[in-house]
């Protein structure tokens, strides 16, 4: 009997671009496939020279992996995307149209997940750029209103165009579903290359150094009762990840729940 491909051929249901170099697309969402929310895909292109037809052949496929940016219950598959100048799966994602072909592997993957934490009072969730993705998806989902009675998401961003779902996510801080579960939502916007109204300026590390972000927000930064997940911009993450180790927090690992996790995008 032939085995079962690794992947499945899915189709593009929607599109919304956000600025120039980013957008945002929904996928119909693979049979039997279910995952955590901070977990991610891997998606498929085919060759942007390749004809379709030919590409099926996995050598013809552009892989990356995708951060879910949609809930856990939702029947398609939503992902937020950067466009790379010379960057080969995003070139050749970015030409494909709504009812384009986009594969999906079959298997879920990472471990960029709230479970891996220690329980904790407040969640500190920062990203930079298209890192907003997996914190996405844990925002529409029950579990997350309860496992944490502040919920702080840090949207670090070039210019004011690409603070993507700043919307959706206003509106989400002030969300039923969030009081009934006890939990508050403050969205702070970082515009570091252009004013914007209501957004803070200087990136992250330096936020943390200067405790522009824990006055701004109007809690502290502790071990005892945060926790900080970090997303995006492997600079970033190497930059903030020893200011925050220097004041007690300690990296999960696979078995020992720690104050901070961490997703590098490249
Ligand atoms: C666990 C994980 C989850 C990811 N989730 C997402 C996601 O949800 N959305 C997304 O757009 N990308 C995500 N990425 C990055 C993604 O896999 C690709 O790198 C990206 O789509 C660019 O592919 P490319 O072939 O066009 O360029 P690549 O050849 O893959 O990258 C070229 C260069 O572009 C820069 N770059 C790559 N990705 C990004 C990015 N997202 N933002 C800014 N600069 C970048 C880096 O400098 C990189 O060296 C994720 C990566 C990992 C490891
Ligand atoms: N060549 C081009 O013309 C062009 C155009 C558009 C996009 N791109 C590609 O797209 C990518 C940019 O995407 P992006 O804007 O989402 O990513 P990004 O460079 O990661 O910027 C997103 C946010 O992260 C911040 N950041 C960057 N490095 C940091 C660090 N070491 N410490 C703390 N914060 C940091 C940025 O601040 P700062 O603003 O201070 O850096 C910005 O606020 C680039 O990697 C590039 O490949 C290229």
Redo the contacts with the bound molecule.
């Keep these: 009997m032939e085995a079962e491909a690794k992947f499945t051929a899915e189709r593009i249901t929607w599109l919304r671009p956000w600025a120039p170099n980013l957008f945002s697309f929904r996928l119909t969402r693979p049979a039997g496939f279910d995952f955590v929310p901070g977990q991610?895909a891997r998606l498929g292109v085919p060759r942007a020279a390749a004809h379709e037809a030919q590409a099926v052949a996995e050598a013809k496929i552009?892989w990356?992996?995708?951060?879910i940016a949609s809930a856990r219950a939702a029947d398609y598959l939503e992902?937020?995307?950067?466009v790379?100048p010379d960057?080969?799966?995003?070139?050749a994602l970015a030409q494909l149209p709504v009812g384009g072909t986009v594969y999906v592997e079959r298997t879920n993957y990472?471990f960029f997940t709230i479970d891996r934490l220690a329980p904790g009072r407040d969640l500190w969730m920062l990203a930079t750029?298209?890192g907003l993705?997996p914190f996405l998806s844990m925002l529409w989902e029950a579990p997350l209103w309860s496992a944490f009675e502040n919920l702080v998401l840090v949207h670090s961003v070039r210019y004011p165009n690409e603070l993507a779902y700043a919307d959706q996510i206003r509106a989400y801080c002030t969300h039923a579903k969030l009081a009934a579960e006890g939990a508050t939502l403050q969205y702070v916007p970082v515009v570091t290359r252009g004013a914007a109204h209501q957004a803070l300026s200087a990136r992250i590390p330096a936020l943390l150094q200067s405790g522009a972000l824990e006055s701004h927000v109007g809690l502290p930064l502790d071990p005892e009762h945060s926790r900080v997940m970090i997303c995006g911009?492997p600079e970033m993450i190497a930059a903030t990840r020893p200011l925050l180790a220097a004041r007690g927090f300690a990296t999960s690992r696979r078995g020992k729940p720690g104050q901070m996790a961490v997703?590098?995008?490249?």
Excluded: C, M, P
């Design positions: 991610f552009i990356r992996a995708y951060s992902f937020f995307s950067i790379i960057g080969e799966f995003t070139l990472g750029g298209t993705a911009n997703e590098n995008y490249w």
